[in-house]
């Protein structure tokens, strides 16, 4: 092997070891269950109760950042203090950021299903992939960062 494939090769598996470590094999462990709950509750709400579509994502949302926050900050990121203030502030800035990603998921599933009639279940899939991109690199810089 030349020594200039060997150089990309070194490149590829630093970038690799980065992008796969505990702390990301986990978020995305608890991405996937988060994203399970927000499916299954949004499938039982729309399609099953045929609530409104809005209403039915805005309660998946909820169902799934509550554990999602708990999950996050509990085995993803290992912030494992209650201290009031700490606490709070994980809890609110999770939940702001989470809003924005609500946002972002509310106005996809609208664009999605109901302007461009995409099937909702894979509209639903599609905008949880945005939404769990998204809510990692707000989580990692943002809400759980580890203090210096």
């Given at each position: ?82 201290a ?35 099937n909702?279940w894979?509209?639903?899939?599609l ?22």
């Open positions: 092997m030349s020594a200039e494939k060997r150089l990309v090769m070194q490149k590829l598996m630093e970038i690799w070891k980065k992008l796969v470590n505990p702390e990301t094999v986990s978020y995305l462990v608890f991405g996937v269950l988060t994203t399970v709950i927000n499916i299954a509750a949004f499938g039982l709400l729309y399609d099953m109760l045929a609530w409104p579509l809005v209403a039915a994502n805005v309660l998946a949302w909820l169902l799934s950042v509550i554990f999602a926050f708990l999950t996050n900050k509990l085995f993803v990121f290992r912030s494992k203090s209650f009031p203030r700490i606490f709070l502030r994980e809890l609110v800035s999770f939940f702001a950021a989470r809003l924005l990603s609500l946002g972002v998921d509310t106005a996809g599933m609208w664009i999605l299903v109901d302007l461009l009639l995409v909702s894979i509209a639903k899939i905008m949880n992939v945005v939404v769990i991109i998204m809510n990692y690199v707000l989580s990692k810089l943002i809400i759980f960062k580890k203090e210096k």
